[in-house]
T-cell receptor, first 112, second 113 residues
Framework: GNSVTQMEGPVTLSEEAFLTINCTYT??????LFWYVQYPGEGLQLLLK?????DKGSNKGFEATYRKETTSFHLEKGSVQVSDSAVYFC???????????FGTGTQLKVEL | NAGVTQTPKFQVLKTGQSMTLQCAQD?????MYWYRQDPGMGLRLIYY???????DKGEVPNGYNVSRLNKREFSLRLESAAPSQTSVYFC????????????FGPGTRLTVT
């Protein structure tokens, strides 16, 4: 089956620090990969996506590169802000399906 | 556009009570989903509806029923609530398979005592 593994949180950083949240996956087929973000008290919203190997998704200063050889899609940001504090979910969809498989989420806390 | 709306926001039930969670979207999306979110478990799919008039089970359908009332609305019913159903429930929708991006509602926090 399909699965997504994320690093456990919480991740606590100081403002302007570099962020990496690791994500690896297993999939039966050729997946599209996503990062969703959930701010406190809200639903999830799409942060970025990549649909084929070596694609880089980017949005709001966040980036992630689809690495087929390592089955990974790590999320990075060069300088985090307090407003980035949220839970981040890695997810995938395989082939023509439309059912997302989510990781367990990683909570990020950014402090001044 | 309101996007995806859910009611209620919060609910407390006693074991054995029933209730229906409501979800509506105004984006003319074809597919709709119900997830539950539990600590350390991420989001798990309960049921989905690929199009109006169809519904299918997800990973954790036991104890739930759904109705796709029309293209806009997709409700989730708990017939006899159990403490194991204490969770945050999210509804989501997507236009079609090529769209990829699911739009989520704000969630319903349900506690079963």
């Amino acid at each position: 089956g399909n699965s997504v593994t994320q690093m456990e949180g919480p991740v606590t950083l100081s403002e302007e620090a570099f962020l990496t949240i690791n994500c690896t996956y297993t999939a039966t087929g050729y997946p599209s990969l996503f990062w969703y973000v959930q701010y406190p008290g809200e639903g999830l919203q799409l942060l970025l996506k990549a649909t084929k190997a070596d694609d880089k998704g980017s949005n709001k200063g966040f980036e992630a590169t689809y690495r087929k050889e390592t089955t990974s899609f790590h999320l990075e940001k060069g300088s985090v802000q307090v407003s980035d504090s949220a839970v981040y979910f890695c997810a995938l969809i395989v082939g023509g399906g439309n059912k997302l498989t989510f990781g367990t989420g990683t909570q990020l806390k950014v402090e001044l | 556009n309101a996007g995806v709306t859910q009611t209620p926001k919060f609910q407390v039930l006693k074991t054995g009570q029933s209730m229906t969670l409501q979800c509506a979207q105004d984006m003319n999306h074809n597919s709709m989903y119900w997830y539950r979110q539990d600590p350390g478990m991420g989001l798990r799919l309960i049921y989905y509806s690929a199009s109006e008039g169809t519904t299918d089970k997800g990973e954790v359908p036991n104890g739930y029923n759904v109705s796709r009332l029309n293209k806009r609305e997709f409700s989730l019913r708990l017939e006899s609530a159990a403490p194991s159903q204490t969770s945050v429930y999210f509804c989501a929708s997507i236009y079609d398979r090529s769209s990829y991006e699911q739009y989520f509602g704000p969630g319903t926090r349900l506690t079963v005592t």
